[in-house]
């Protein structure tokens, strides 16, 4: 029996009338009355006691059950769930011991009792009816335990009137109530039903006709009458599309060829069951294997092959003229089998049917049988040898064969159930290896976990390590990536955070073959330390940081394609390095802020899903408060200066080795001289050496940010962009602003910071404008600069306030948290990339056709969507402020990935700024909380010279 929920309404349950306390309550369901007509019905109390129930029919002829309607349509149908209080469990398990009714169950069976059917729906159960009299209770029966008991006998008939009368002498003072489940699908799967009738009826469920599975074909498609759960099918058949075929819990590979229609169920051609030769099941056949406990033959279980017909009938009579085998009748069979009516029937008693007909093999002379010792499924063309005295038959004869009725009493389901376990782990092997090698989204999380509670992790690892070399970077630092979620499953939430240092020197190996483009031997060397570290919760944990480390190089690899966009040419009027080192080469940047499509420029998200970001250019109080400056020095060292004028000199190699370590003294600085080319600590030359030879001077550089830490303004990747610009300005170098944007993707890279693209770009370019990189490699980002009137963007101006909270934001955990999620590809990461990029789109439309109040509804919806990309980055200070200036304001947003740092937002009214100013220094929790200037950059990036002074 099956049942299927359709939540339809918000009720799942009608409640019963009544508030007596049940003594018994049985479930019932919808039908119609020709379906219920075949099964049972409750009919319920109406007048006297609502909710109880008055009568239970059992097969009952269709116009009685139509005087029990529920509805226009429906009758309640007994669904088989039923719930039975203490006192009621306790009584009836006292009456199950009595002497009449202890034949009933296992312990009269073992005693050598004759058995006594008994039903507990329509004997026990209908005991507590409230309208069945004590006269109508003893002359009914169920149809089960009425046909058993005739076949008894005289003796079999009083034994059921004894039976009945201490049911009724005992469950009489129960009461019965019914609970209604509306919209629910039910299903009997009875054996006087064929395998056709069971797909027709299975089918009117839904679902979807492919779970869990991989389909591998030749070439062509599945038939949408098709249906496979649970299985590997690999096809060696070349058509041009697959036939209707079901598979259930499978894994076929091309030695076994289906003939549509077919269907399989628990077959693995890898097992020895399947044997050493190609088969081809005939059409409209199906094929199934079942685990048979064999206890007295010294074995544990065995394999036990079975097929039938999609039209057989498993309880049909042989002898009548419908029935078939194999869909053919039943004489037209042993013609072409040579097998006689004595094989499947060595008694001569008792009903001949399918189900009892002795046509499987248990064991053979070799030991487990092979699917090919059901001869008469395979391979039509040996059918005239049989003729000739084909040894098949003789085998199949010589065998211990078991009936349908022998294999279903002999199942070992402990068995069963393991071996679909495992199946389901190798195919989820397989959807892993698919879905990595084609970059499709899917989130296997909930898989991981699964696998590592089952004990099937290392299987999983070892799929992701056969997987990772064999393609891009991209899908390499997936699988790194996923194989340190794996880690993180199987550590079961113990072991620490998983966001944490990644330099262990026992992995370096494997991190210098990355480094150097040699993808399989570092994962080879990755999988070799990884043994090592599996004992405990905390290993695993510490093993996974150092493969999402591993996943940074190729994300490093990856980004590193966008030096292709990179177009630096020496100046033809450069200065010569004897020229006098008098001039200051300044880069001025404004600061940005985000509109619309944050996250979606951040590597891998913007080379795999693409990203569209709208942000704009800042002056802040005025000014641009981002910059740097570069001049060159007689001395052949190099000076770092930055906030609050701490001063770091560069005199040997040695100094740059800490680039890579963002918070490291100069870190930004060291990173773009290495990329700038300026310098290479990976040469033999000391420092001074290679500034002598390539460039005849030493190198000073100051940089600066007038904006508090954290502040969500772009403020570090925009300083990148700054000293890179101020450096190829001081080397003489011609660029565009396009040379920047790509060249600080690379520097963020380095640095390890991770960045996107977005920042840079709002700093660099002026204005309002919409920046994309399509999702592919090489990596691309192309900006538009929006065609929008000085009077709008003048109006804009007027109504930013742009508060900064006092919270600083820090954005790496953030980072790494939003990167694991979609390498993961969490449902709600990657439907809120598309919606993201959704959003930009409409921003942008918006911006350029001037519709203000859909340009505030794009930016607070922005801003709904970056707090589902990264849970808790509203604190709740920024709650009461947007609380506190609703009122006033209209589109909203914190600056960057959230967190804290800037809040921006537009004024409904450019009037109530002031009203406005006065009023954040009051808001709760928006202690240290300070209104800045703000208004939008048109210019962007400003480069100048200014003389070098005393």
Known sequence: MLMRYDPKTETLLEPSATQRKHDACIITVSATPEYASRHGIVVRDHKGFPGFVSNILYAA??????????????????????????????????????????????????????????????????????????????????????????????????????????????????????????????????????????????????????????????????????????????????????????????????????????????????????????????????????????????????????????????????????????????????????????????SSTGMKTLWNAKLFPVLTDSGEPTLDTLFWAFHPARQHRLRSGYPEVDKWRSSWRFSFDDIFKAIDVAAEFASRRALFNDVLGEILRQKLLHSEDFNFLPYFRSAAADGFAQQLLTVLDDVAPLSSHGVTARALALIADLLGSMAGGRGGLRSGPAANEAFAAAYRAFDNEDMAGGIALMAKERKKWVGRPDLLIRCARHYEGAAQICIRKAVASAKKFISVSRSETAEKPSDKHDTWWVAECPARIDLSGGWTDTPPICYEHGGLVINAALLINGKRPIGAKVRRTANFSVVLIGDNDSRLELLETSDLSDYCIPNAPGALLKTCLIFANVLDPQLPQSLSEQLQSKWG??????????????????????????????????????????????????????????????????????????????????????????????????????????????????????????????????????????????????????????????????????????????????????????????????????????????????????????????LVPSVKGAHGSVVFGAAIDVSGMKLTTLPVTA
């Open 61 to 346: 002829p269709e116009s009685e059950v139509r005087k029990h309607m529920i509805d226009n349509e429906t009758v309640a149908l007994v669904s088989g769930i039923v719930f039975l209080s203490a006192s009621v469990s306790e009584q009836l398990l006292a009456l199950l011991v009595s002497p009449a009714l202890e034949s009933c169950t296992y312990i009269g069976h073992d005693t050598g009792a004759q058995p006594t059917p008994v039903s507990l729906f329509f004997d026990i159960l209908l005991a507590m009816c409230n309208q069945v009299t004590e006269s109508d209770f003893m002359e009914r029966s169920s149809i089960v335990s009425r046909a058993d008991s005739i076949a008894a006998g005289v003796a079999g008939r009083e034994t059921a009137r004894k039976v009945r009368r201490l049911i009724w002498d005992n469950m009489r003072r129960f009461s019965l109530t019914a609970v209604h489940v509306p919209n629910v699908q039910h299903l009997y799967l009875s054996l006087d039903l064929c395998y056709r009738e069971h797909e027709l009826a299975l089918g009117a469920f839904g679902g979807p006709n492919i779970a869990h599975s991989v389909l591998l074909l030749n070439h062509g498609d599945v038939s949408p009458k098709s249906r496979c759960i649970n299985s590997y099918f690999s096809s060696r058949v070349p058509s041009a599309s697959l036939g209707e075929m079901s598979l259930v819990n499978c894994y076929i590979t091309p030695d076994l060829a289906l003939e549509p229609p077919s269907a399989v169920c628990n077959v693995d051609t890898r097992m020895e069951y399947f044997g050493d030769q190609p088969l081809t099941l005939k059409t409209e056949l199906c094929l199934q294997t079942f685990q048979v406990n064999l206890a007295t033959k010294g074995l544990n279980s065995v394999h036990v092959p079975v097929v039938f017909g999609m039209t057989d009938v498993l309880m049909g009579k042989f002898s009548a003229t419908t029935s078939t085998y194999c869909n053919i009748p039943w004489p037209d069979f042993m013609m072409s089998s040579q097998i006689n009516e004595t094989d499947l029937w060595p």
């Open 697 to 918: 001077s030493g190198f000073e550089i100051v940089s600066w940010s007038n904006l508090p830490q954290g502040s969500g303004l772009g403020t570090s990747s925009i300083l990148a962009a700054a000293v890179v610009a101020a450096l190829w300005s001081a080397l003489g170098m011609k660029f565009d602003n396009e040379a920047v944007v790509h060249a600080v993707l690379c520097v963020e890279q380095m640095l390890t910071t991770g960045g996107g693209w977005q920042d840079q770009v709002g700093g660099v370019f002026g204005g309002i404008k919409a920046a994309s990189s399509a999702a592919k490699l090489p990596l691309q980002v192309q900006t538009e600069k929006l065609n929008i009137t000085p009077e709008n963007l003048e109006e804009f101006s007027s109504r930013i306030v742009l508060i900064y909270t006092g919270k600083p934001r820090l954005a790496k955990n953030l980072l790494q948290n939003v990167v694991r999620n979609w390498y993961a590809r969490e449902e709600s990461v990657v439907s809120t990339c598309t919606n993201l990029k959704s959003t930009a789109e409409k921003c942008r439309d918006s911006l350029q056709n001037w519709s203000f109040d859909n340009i505030r509804s794009c930016i607070t919806e922005y801003y709904e969507q970056k707090k589902l990309m990264a849970a808790g980055t509203e604190p709740v200070s920024v709650r009461e402020l947007i609380a506190a200036l609703t009122p006033y304001i209209s589109g909203h947003t914190l600056a960057g990935a959230g967190g804290g740092g800037f809040f921006f937002c537009l004024l409904k009214n450019p009037e109530d700024r002031e009203e406005v100013e006065k």
